[in-house]
C-alpha cells in the first residue's frame, strides 16, 4: 500500500503508532520584515473541524483581528485530495457556508492543495489548515498554529483597536508556566486523541489512551487547586485556547470516535466540565468559533479507515451541556446532597 492522504500510519510501520509530520512554511510576520503587519494582507484558511485552526480563529477574534485578517473555512469532508473549498452543489449540506477561495487569483482552486503547489510546484509536505497566506505576495507565510496564534499575539497590535492591545495570552509571568504546560499538554491531549485513534494496534492505542487519561486527571487536579475560572487565574492564556479545542470535541467525537472512552468529560471531570462550559459560554471567541455540525460530521465521514460506513452517531446531545445543566446521575446525587 502506497502512503496516501488518508493513510495515518505509515504502511509498513509495524509500530501501529501515528506520527505527526512537522509543518512545513514557518515564516514569522514581524515589523520590517519579509512578511509586515497589514491589514487585509495576510488570509487564513482554516476547518472549522481542526483542533489546530481552531486555536487560530480564537485567537484572532480574542485579539479583534475580524477586519485584520479575512478566513475562509474549507469543506468538512476531506477525502483522498485533501481539504476542498464548497461549491454552490453544497448549499444544503449542513452547517457548510458556500464559499470558493475568494483570493485573487485563486478563482479555479478547488483544493488547499492547489495554494500549497502554486507557492511550490514541488511541495512533498500534507496540505494542512491552518495556512496563513500573504496575499500580496503569493506565499504561504505559515502553517504552524502554535506559531500563528503567537504572531497573532503581538504583531498587529499597532494597528488593533485599544481594547484589544492588553488583551495578553502569553504574559510574561505566566510564559514558563504555560511552556510546561504546553510540554505535555500537547503530547499527551492535543495529539494524545490522535495516538489513540489512528493507532492500528492494540498496544499502540493502549499506550496513548492511558497516557491521555493519566494527563487529563493531571488537568483535573491543576483545576481543582486554582481559583480560576481560567487554567492559569482570572484571565485567559494560551494554555485555555490550547486545550479547550481538544476538550470541546472530546465528548461529541473523540469517546466514540477515537475510542477515547475510560471516562467522558460531562460525567468523569467535574473540574475540566466547568472550566469548558464557561469558556463556551461566556467568552464569545470561544463559543463563535465552535461549529458542531464540522466537528462531528468531519471526523466521523472522513476517517473512513475508522469508520468504513460514515455513519455519524447521533449522540451525546447536546454536544455541550449548559452550565446549569447536568447529567442525570450527577442531577441526581446533587439532588440527593441538597435534602441531607
Ligand atoms: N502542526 C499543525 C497540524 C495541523 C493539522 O494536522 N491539521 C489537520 C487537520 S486537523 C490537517 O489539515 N490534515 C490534513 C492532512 O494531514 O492531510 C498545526 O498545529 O498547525
New binding site residues.
Partial sequence: MKMG?TNWVAPGDKSGEFK?GQ?QFRNFIQKGGEFPPEKGRYHLYV?Y?????H?TLIVRQLKGLEDIIPYTSVHWH?QEK??RFATPEDKDTPGVEVTADPVEGHEKYTHLRDIYFQVDPEYKG?????TLYDVKQGKIVS????E?IRMFYTEFDDIIEDKYKNVSLYPKELQADIEASNEWIYPDINNGVYRSGFATTEEAYTKAVTTLFSSLDRVEEHLSETEGPFYFGKNITEADVRLYTTIVRFDPVYVQHFKTNIRDIRSGYPYIHKWLRNLYWNSPAFKDTTEFTHIKAHYTKSHTQINPCSITPVGPEPPILKEDEEVPAVKFALAMAAQK
Fill in positions: 492522504i505527526r509543518s476547518s473541524a481542526c483542533p489546530w485552526a486555536r476531506m485533501g481539504w500534507r496540505f494542512t489548515v491552518p502553517n504552524e498554529s502554535s500563528i
